[in-house]
């Protein structure tokens, strides 16, 4: 049923192409512009609608193919630029030589539409032909434009859906009693001891939530931001942990100016410090680097004798957000001595 609506449509389109030239040749030969080469004003019109079918015909299920053919090797997403260029070239490449083929046919046959092939019956007919077919191709490509900006509109709003999900869960953690509870200890116990650390324990605690808000409603930040928002996060699991968490980051300056799902890392230390043991004479190493365009978050496997219940919720939101905003998605890989996740940064256009 859908091939034959399909089929149906292109019929359709055809015919309403095909019936622009030929209501033109009715009008002038109302008019008494055309001339009809002694043929009753009735058989010229036939001809020419005849004629109009086949070109039309041949033109548009040429161009229509050779969309497909780009968009199955040179798809728009490529380069916009070039894709015009070559959609430009192969399509007026094609309609040019396919209307001198069907005009040359059409001379040898007793059903014709033009018998005195001149430079100046080529000429019109090929610039007639070339900017119907012009516009067909702006329409298919227009048509496609909307279909894809509805997509992207679609893909936007959902991304959105889940960044603000994402946010809400990580803030959720973030106010977890036991978080809180443990920093209010800590900080207690900096206030008697160490006023200088318990100033620096309150800065970091600030940078915590007063980023989890800012970036509550984006979809993507950029990596120095969220490497400064990790780096508090870390200060403040250091000093209840000490020398047992350790962070080791390795970047290359020009992909901080990149961009990932906000708080992507946090979620990503965070899991690793739920499912690990966190000791001295063990520490827990956490390493973030960059391998090309791709940001990697490792950390050492020493699995807490007590089984800490997994949801997977943070690591499949991750999942869901970059499939939202990219074609690549995020690889996580468990061996016997470390869990690496690899998170595909994305560039700003």
Excluded at 195 to 201: H, I, P, S, V
Aim: glycine share 4%; aromatic share 12%.
């Amino acid at each position: 049923m859908k091939r034959i609506n399909i089929l149906y449509k292109w019929f359709l389109v055809v015919l309403i192409i095909s019936a622009v030239p030929s209501m033109i040749g009715a009008l002038r030969c109302v008019f008494g512009v055309c001339d009809t080469h002694g043929e009753e004003v009735y058989g010229y019109f036939l001809s020419k609608a005849f004629y109009s079918i086949v070109t039309t015909t041949i033109l548009y299920v040429g161009s229509v193919g050779i969309i497909q053919l780009l968009n199955r090797n040179y798809s728009w997403e490529k380069s916009v630029p070039k894709r015009i260029f070559l959609e430009l070239i192969l399509i007026f490449s094609f309609s040019t030589l396919a209307q001198i083929g069907i005009l040359k046919a059409f001379s040898f046959s007793s059903f014709v539409a033009c018998q005195d092939l001149t430079f100046a019956v080529y000429f019109e007919n090929i610039l007639f032909g070339n900017t119907i077919t012009f516009m067909v191709v702006s329409l298919i490509e227009g048509n496609y434009f909307l279909k894809q900006w509805k997509k992207s509109m679609i893909r936007a709003e959902k991304a959105k859906q889940e960044s603000i999900k994402s946010q809400y869960s990580s803030l959720k953690s973030q106010l977890d009693p036991h978080f809180l509870f443990n920093s209010l200890n800590v900080l207690s116990s900096l206030m008697r001891k160490d006023l200088n650390k318990a100033e620096l324990f309150i800065d970091d605690f600030a940078k915590v939530y007063r980023y989890v808000l800012e970036v509550k409603n984006e979809m993507v930040v950029d990596l120095a931001s969220e490497i400064e928002f990790l780096k508090a996060y870390v200060n403040l699991q250091q000093i209840r942990f000490g020398k047992a968490l350790q962070l080791e980051m390795k970047l290359e300056p020009l992909v901080l100016e990149c961009f990932v799902p906000p708080l992507s890392l946090q979620e990503l230390v965070n899991n690793a410090i739920k499912h690990n043991e966190v000791l001295e004479e063990s520490p827990l190493l956490i390493e973030v680097y960059n391998e090309g365009k791709t940001l990697v978050v490792k950390n050492n496997l020493q699995p807490r004798k007590e089984k800490m219940e997994s949801t997977k919720l943070g690591i499949e939101n991750l999942k869901k957000r970059y499939a939202l905003l990219n074609n690549d998605l995020p690889e996580f890989s468990l061996t016997q001595t470390q869990f690496v996740a690899k998170i595909p940064m994305i560039e700003a256009e």
